[in-house]
């Protein structure tokens, strides 16, 4: 077990930080005026969806195992 104030702070966050967040950075969609930036504006918030995801989840495992 894995007590404490932190703890009980640090999964909740990490868990929203993974599972939710890359779903928000996805389903934003700026306003541009061209098709190549919309592609390429989609290609940078997969790759930080991504990362965040990971990222999250990997600091997740260390916290918990």
Request: cysteine-free; proline content about 5%.
């Amino acid at each position: 077990w894995h007590g404490g104030w932190r703890y009980s702070l640090e999964v909740p966050l990490l868990l929203v930080a993974g599972l939710v967040l890359p779903f928000v950075l996805l389903g934003w969609v700026p306003a541009v005026s061209e098709f190549t930036l919309e592609v390429i504006s989609f290609l940078l918030r997969m790759l930080a969806a991504y990362l965040l995801f990971v990222g999250a989840i990997w600091t997740l495992e260390r916290r918990v195992a």
